[in-house]
Each structure stands twice: as structure tokens, then as C-alpha cells.
């Protein structure tokens, strides 16, 4: 069974359960996976509480008990911010947190070109803690916006799809991808769960990578190898 901690927020971890229906579309009802989504959406603030680390550990440490409690062989964390925590949580948790960022990672590195320019859209915390940073920088050059199309454009779309003001969003978002695209950028990561659901009808799909469907088909594949 699969576990899900969602809840942050909660528009990003349904469509992390929709895209898993989706890949797994045409099926009877009992060849679909079986999973838990506990939308925990009181853990804090990630981007707010990047400071007070250990407040936000210990909710993320109760959804995730909740899911080992409950016999999940493993977890899926449809939140890029919440992996600056990661390490910290699987030490704490017996069994096995997909890692997002790396996966994402593990997927550019197969589908493209070594130090070719990737962007980056996501909160100001996913950026400042480095969470795809980390894994990128030894083989891509990640690409973020500057602070002005932070701070007008993506944090302002961010905060519209959790309040479930999609059409809006998807409105906002546009300068901020014609932004990484004139900085040279041949894909863009949408790098926070909220991020896909403001550009699902946008013309350039085929530029984006998201993080929350390859954290589902990551997840299929590890259901289907139980």
C-alpha cells in the first residue's frame, strides 16, 4: 500500500492521486493501486518556518507515523519544500520516503543533455534550501528567476492554486515561464506541487518537468515490485 503525505497543500496532493489514476487509466477498479492520502494539512508552513526546523519536522514525523501505523511499505511526499527535511524524517521513519528532487533528477539525467540550462519555479524555500540544487549542479546548470518574477509572478500563483483560484494562476504564471525560456532554458521543473495545476492547459507542455507525476510513476513502480 502506498502512503501519501499531502496536505501541503492540498490541490497538489490530489492531483499527485489523479495523476496515479491517470497512469493507470483503462484498468478494473481492482487493478488500480491501493493507497492512503492523509491530507495533514495543519503541518506549518514550509517557506515560513525554514527556521523553527525542528516544528515542522515533528508534524511531518506524525503524517508519516500515521502512514507506517497504518502498513504502508512506503511514502510519497507530493511537497518539494518538505524535502529540505527529508533526511532528518527517513531517519526517523522504518520505511522507505521516495525522494522527489532525486528522482526528478535521475530523470533529466536520462532524458538530457549533460550542462544543458534547466529552470527552476518553485516557493522561495525550495530555492533557498537547495533541495534540487544539490542534486543538479554537478551535471546541469539550473536556471531560477530573479526576485522581481519570484515574488510577482510565481509566489503570487502559488498562493491563488492553494486557494483554488486556478484560472487565475494560470494567468500570473505566463511571464514567469517566458522569463527562464529568454534565459535559455530548453525545460523548466515546476518545482512546487501547485506549479502543474497553473500550467496543465498551458500551449507548452512539452517544456515542463514535473516533479509530482514523476513521483507517481516512480511510485507505481515501486508498488508494482512489492
Not at 12 to 36: E, V, W
Not at 49 to 71: A, D, E, I, P, T
Not at 77 to 86: F, R
Not at 168 to 195: F, Q, S, W
Request: charged content about 25%.
Amino acid at each position: 500500500m502506498i502512503g501519501i503525505l499531502g496536505g501541503m497543500g492540498t490541490h497538489a496532493g490530489i492531483d499527485f492521486c489523479n495523476k496515479i489514476a491517470r497512469l493507470n487509466q483503462g484498468k478494473i477498479d481492482q487493478q488500480y493501486p491501493i493507497f492512503i492520502l492523509y491530507n495533514k494539512s495543519n503541518i506549518p508552513g514550509r517557506t515560513e518556518n525554514l527556521k523553527r526546523y525542528n516544528k515542522v519536522l515533528k508534524s511531518l514525523q506524525k503524517g508519516c507515523f500515521f502512514l507506517q501505523k497504518n502498513k504502508c511499505k512506503f511514502i510519497a511526499i507530493p511537497c518539494n519544500t518538505a524535502h529540505y527535511w527529508y533526511d532528518d524524517l527517513q531517519k526517523k521513519i522504518k520505511i522507505p520516503i521516495i525522494n522527489m528532487p532525486k528522482e526528478v533528477y535521475n530523470f533529466c539525467k536520462k532524458k538530457y543533455r549533460k550542462n544543458s540550462k534547466i529552470g527552476i519555479l518553485g516557493t522561495e524555500g525550495t530555492l533557498k534550501t537547495k533541495v534540487y540544487s544539490k542534486f543538479f549542479y554537478k551535471n546541469f546548470k539550473l536556471v531560477e528567476p530573479n526576485k522581481i518574477f519570484q515574488k510577482k509572478y510565481v509566489n503570487t500563483t502559488i498562493k491563488y492554486v492553494k486557494k483554488g483560484n486556478i484560472k487565475l494562476a494560470e494567468k500570473i504564471i505566463k511571464p514567469a515561464v517566458r522569463h527562464l525560456i529568454k534565459k535559455g532554458c530548453k525545460k523548466i521543473i515546476l518545482g512546487c506541487t501547485e506549479l502543474p495545476l497553473a500550467l496543465q492547459k498551458n500551449k507548452l507542455q512539452n517544456i515542463f518537468v514535473d516533479p509530482n507525476l514523476i513521483l507517481a510513476e516512480t511510485s507505481m513502480k515501486k508498488y508494482r515490485s512489492l
